[in-house]
Structure formats: structure tokens, C-alpha cells
């Protein structure tokens, strides 16, 4: 796996959205996966997607958000509507995790991208 970086975060205000886009050399094969840290929280996986197909949202997340892949650009992009302050956090990018249903998590090999910021006002 090569290297990941994120784009597309910023301010937007309660019920706005935002696309994340993920550009990440090497991930054929590999389950990739969005991520998010807030302050004094652990970071969690909020999406997945497969290789081939197939994709997992956290709970709190499902109906709001839409993650997929285009694997011909090694890209990856998370579409986040309706989004809430809870939602404010920085977003990371993963390539190489684990994507099962009820777990999104990385693995020893997972290459991490530099995080981007997101932040919803209320």
C-alpha cells in the first residue's frame, strides 16, 4: 500500500453536507474505510467498503451517509448529509482494514491518511 490523503472537509452548518474524497495509491484489493476522532473520544469507524463489494455504516451514521469507491482511480469518497454537530470530529481515511458487519476497525497494515476536519455547527 502506498500513500492516502483526504480532501473536502471544513464548517458547514446542522443539516448541511459534505463530500470526502480519499485518493489512496495501492489499495486494490483492500477494504478501505472512513474513520473519525473528536476531542477526548476514541477514534471509530464510521464506513466501510470491500474490494468487490459490499459496505458496513456505523449506527449512528446509516441513512445520512454514503460511502463507495472507484477502484480504478484508487479513490475513495464519503457523502455525508444531514449532518449533526455530534458529527464534528476529523476524518480520517484508512486503506486496509477490516470491514465486517458491527466492525470497521484498521489492522496492523493499515496505512492512514493525515485526517481532515470537519465541523458542523448548530
Known amino acids: 500500500q502506498g500513500q492516502v490523503r483526504e480532501s473536502g472537509g471544513g464548517l458547514v452548518q446542522a443539516g448541511g453536507s459534505l463530500r470526502l474524497t480519499c485518493s489512496a495509491s495501492?489499495?486494490?484489493?483492500?477494504?478501505m474505510g472512513w474513520f473519525r476522532q473528536a476531542p477526548g473520544k476514541e477514534r471509530e469507524g464510521v464506513a466501510c467498503a470491500r474490494w468487490s463489494s459490499g459496505t458496513i455504516y456505523v449506527d449512528s451514521v446509516k441513512g445520512r451517509f454514503t460511502i463507495s469507491r472507484d477502484n480504478a482511480k484508487d479513490a475513495l469518497y464519503l457523502q455525508m448529509d444531514s449532518l449533526k454537530p455530534e458529527d464534528t470530529a476529523m476524518y480520517y481515511c484508512a486503506s486496509g482494514v477490516r470491514c465486517l458487519d458491527s466492525r470497521i476497525t484498521g489492522l496492523s497494515y493499515t496505512s492512514w491518511g493525515q485526517g481532515t476536519q470537519v465541523t458542523v455547527s448548530s
Open positions: 495501492g489499495s486494490a484489493g483492500y477494504a
